[in-house]
Structures are given as structure tokens and as C-alpha cells.
């Protein structure tokens, strides 16, 4: 009784080798063609939004101090470690708000760029 032939197992010489991926979106940026110009109006205009939030969430509650301080009179009264609140609020308080501002503007920075590079070298 013979045995029944072993089962050899056949593949192409290409399934070793890594894909290659097309980047459609990068060369239709380089070109400077109509769907490049999409990409990279997507790009700013995601940049743009991140400033204006970051800008209206700092630069906000800093303008608004002014007028805290000429309606409610009583506040120029308070003070905070020997110092008056107005004084305490600019000189102390605002810098810890401006390092987290300028942490979570460069995390989403990053982050708008990573996801734009995804976007474009997208298969």
C-alpha cells in the first residue's frame, strides 16, 4: 500500500514582500492639485479652530478679570496669601493656566497632524 502523496504547500514569490502603499494623497499634495488644496484646507482648518479655542479659553477669563474687579468692589477687598486677589490672580494664579493651555494646544497639535498624515498616506 503506498502512501498518499505529501501535500506541499505553493505561495508566490510576492507574499513575502511588503505592500507597497500608495500615497495618493501625498503626490496630489505636491502636485498642488484641486484634492491636495482639499487636504491641506482640512489641515489649517483644523489648526485654525485649535487656536481660537485655546486663544477664547486663556484670553477669555483674563479679559473678563477687569470687569469682575470694576463691578464687584467688594472683590478688590479680598486678598490671597498677603497679596490682593487682582494682583495674585495675574502674577500667580494665570501662569499654571498658561503651561496646562500650552500642554493640551501641543497634544492636539500632534495629535490634528498625526491623524492629517493618516488621512493622506491612507491606502
Given at each position: 500500500m503506498t502512501s498518499p502523496p505529501q501535500r506541499?504547500?505553493?505561495?508566490?514569490?510576492?507574499?513575502?514582500?511588503?505592500?507597497?502603499?500608495?500615497?495618493?494623497?501625498?503626490?496630489?499634495?505636491?502636485?498642488?492639485?484641486?484634492?491636495?488644496?482639499?487636504?491641506?484646507?482640512?489641515?489649517?482648518?483644523?489648526?485654525?479652530?485649535?487656536?481660537?479655542?485655546?486663544?477664547?479659553?486663556?484670553?477669555?477669563?483674563?479679559?473678563?478679570?477687569?470687569?469682575?474687579?470694576v463691578v464687584s468692589p467688594d472683590v478688590r477687598a479680598v486678598s490671597v496669601m498677603g497679596l490682593p486677589l487682582a494682583w495674585f490672580l495675574l502674577a500667580v494664579a494665570v501662569y499654571p493656566v498658561l503651561l496646562v493651555a500650552g500642554w493640551w494646544y501641543a497634544r492636539r497639535a500632534e495629535q490634528a497632524e498625526a491623524d492629517f498624515v493618516e488621512l493622506v498616506d491612507r491606502p
Amino acid at each position: 500500500m503506498t502512501s498518499p502523496p505529501q501535500r506541499v504547500r505553493v505561495t508566490s514569490p510576492r507574499t513575502s514582500a511588503r505592500a507597497s502603499r500608495p500615497t495618493v494623497g501625498t503626490q496630489e499634495i505636491d502636485a498642488q492639485t484641486r484634492v491636495g488644496e482639499v487636504y491641506m484646507h482640512s489641515l489649517l482648518r483644523t489648526q485654525l479652530r485649535l487656536g481660537l479655542t485655546v486663544l477664547a479659553v486663556v484670553i477669555g477669563p483674563l479679559a473678563a478679570l477687569p470687569i469682575l474687579f470694576v463691578v464687584s468692589p467688594d472683590v478688590r477687598a479680598v486678598s490671597v496669601m498677603g497679596l490682593p486677589l487682582a494682583w495674585f490672580l495675574l502674577a500667580v494664579a494665570v501662569y499654571p493656566v498658561l503651561l496646562v493651555a500650552g500642554w493640551w494646544y501641543a497634544r492636539r497639535a500632534e495629535q490634528a497632524e498625526a491623524d492629517f498624515v493618516e488621512l493622506v498616506d491612507r491606502p
